[in-house]
């Protein structure tokens, strides 16, 4: 390159940085001179209640928020753009208070308030100058845990207990008046597919349905499934007549029916036929059918999956003493 060259491109490039540099220059004056005049804005503030009454707790209808018009350099106001400011109020310093409800004074013309806020300019106006925080009575108590599941275990295959959490209830705290009325919690859902080995893993309860104010404890349970084989088995069982009133004789066809049933191959041979009562019952005959309903009301708790062969018996009334 000729030093002609040379100097003709060193020129240029020493004109490019001039120019950017007066082009900042006068951006962070222009910036400077807008952050210096004085703006009136209008700022949500967030409300925080501290040293709250022993066994009280947080009412969500008190007073949350509070909107107010600020006056002030665009340097003083620019914190206010950034974050949310929040404003703590002491339950100790209410003007105001009874059991449930304490009330605090907001003076737009106070220190205290500036000194809070962090904010150097003024407090023009105040959507309202007396805030409201609510109590509620903090109650605990135990409830049971339902459990959402759907287990399909492979063929051959099953669980005597199925699905057991530990520990199978869990203590619930809030305000009483939803506390009073919850009866359990449930975990969420848990969905096992062909499952023929032990499974155990840990289970969350299902806090997301529940009001965010209520507090679990423990939120994660223990969760196991047993799994072993399974085979068929059967019974014959007597069928076992009731309230047959008196001088009456009753015959049913047939006297005994068969049950079938699921159950662990190490409690297999546990099974009998005591284990089991079937019974018709003649209180609950219609006068047009010669049918009883059977229902079976014992069973053992090791069995899955049972029914009954017959689902009813013919009955026939031989004799009806007359007194």
Do not use: C
Not at 3 to 20: A, E, G
Not at 107 to 128: C, M, N, P, T, Y
Not at 218 to 241: C, D, H, N, W, Y
């Amino acid at each position: 390159m000729s030093n002609r060259k040379k100097k003709t491109f060193l020129f240029k490039r020493s004109s490019v940085k001039t120019f950017l540099f007066f082009l900042g220059f006068t951006s962070l004056l222009w910036l400077f001179i807008q952050f210096s005049k004085n703006y009136t804005k209008e700022v949500e503030v967030g409300i925080r209640y501290t040293n709250l009454p022993e066994g009280k707790i947080f009412n969500e209808t008190s007073d949350q928020t509070l909107r107010m018009t600020l006056n002030g350099n665009g340097f003083r106001l620019i914190n206010h753009n950034w974050q949310k400011p929040i404003l703590e109020f002491n339950a100790e310093d209410a003007v105001s208070k009874n059991e449930d409800h304490f009330l605090f004074f907001v003076d737009k013309e106070s220190s205290i308030l500036q000194s809070k806020l962090d904010f150097k300019g003024r407090v023009l106006a105040i959507q309202k100058d007396t805030l409201t925080l609510k109590l509620d009575i903090n109650l605990e108590k135990k409830v049971p845990v339902a459990i959402l599941q759907d287990i399909q275990y492979a063929n051959g295959y099953g669980s005597d207990k199925g699905l057991v959490i530990t520990p199978d209830s869990v203590m619930v705290s809030g305000p009483s008046v939803m506390i009073d009325t919850l009866q359990q919690v449930q975990t969420i859902p848990l969905s096992l597919e062909g499952l023929n080995v032990d499974y155990a893993s840990e289970l969350e309860i299902d806090t997301q349905v529940l009001p965010t104010n209520i507090k679990v404890s423990p939120v994660q349970l223990k969760a196991e499934v047993l799994v072993s084989k399974f085979t068929e088995g059967s019974q014959r069982i007597p069928i076992v007549l009731n309230n047959v009133p008196e001088g009456v004789n009753i015959k049913i066809f047939p006297k005994e029916t068969s049950i079938v049933y699921r159950v662990g191959l190490d409690k297999y041979n546990e099974i009998t036929e005591r284990d089991f009562r079937v019974v018709a019952d003649y209180a609950k005959a219609s006068e047009e059918s010669v049918f009883l309903t059977l229902e079976l009301t014992d069973i053992p708790e090791s069995i899955h999956d049972v029914r009954l062969q017959e689902k009813q018996v013919q009955f026939v009334v031989l004799k009806q003493e007359s007194n």
